[in-house]
């Protein structure tokens, strides 16, 4: 059974939106606090956001900063990413994950999704 499992990559002109959704197990929504990050060809994987399990404490790398929203949806048992003004520096394989295990922004994750791509055209 797939833990982590994403949806709403595309393809998208400069400026514009998306939505990004991972659907979670019960035990893994209920016990760990998730986070996306995103790897474009050629590059490691990036920190994006972060979520605590509680919803209260939420953090985001700079460069997506008042462009993304991370949030959850607690009865679809959801996390999602919404994704607005986006350019094309932002085209790449976005991951969700939980549980971190050396602090939010490393990619020390115990679970990970399998990725789903997104892709901003100029």
């Known amino acids: 059974q797939e833990q982590l499992v994403e949806s709403g990559g595309g393809l998208v002109q400069a400026g514009g939106s998306l939505r990004l959704s991972c659907a979670v197990s019960?035990?893994?929504?209920?016990?760990?606090?998730m986070g996306w990050f995103r790897q474009a060809p050629g590059k490691e994987r990036e920190f994006v956001a972060f979520i605590s399990r509680s919803g209260r404490s939420i953090y985001y790398v700079d460069s997506v900063k008042g462009r993304f929203t991370i949030s959850y949806d607690y009865a679809k048992r959801t996390m999602s990413l919404q994704m607005n003004s986006l350019k094309p520096e932002d085209t790449a394989v976005y991951y969700c994950?939980?549980?971190?295990?050396?602090?939010?922004?490393?990619?020390?994750?115990?679970?990970w999704g399998q990725g789903t791509q997104v892709t901003v055209s100029s």
């Open positions: 994950a939980a549980d971190p295990l050396l602090g939010y922004e490393t990619d020390a994750y115990t679970f």
């Open positions: 019960e035990d893994i929504f209920n016990g760990y606090d």
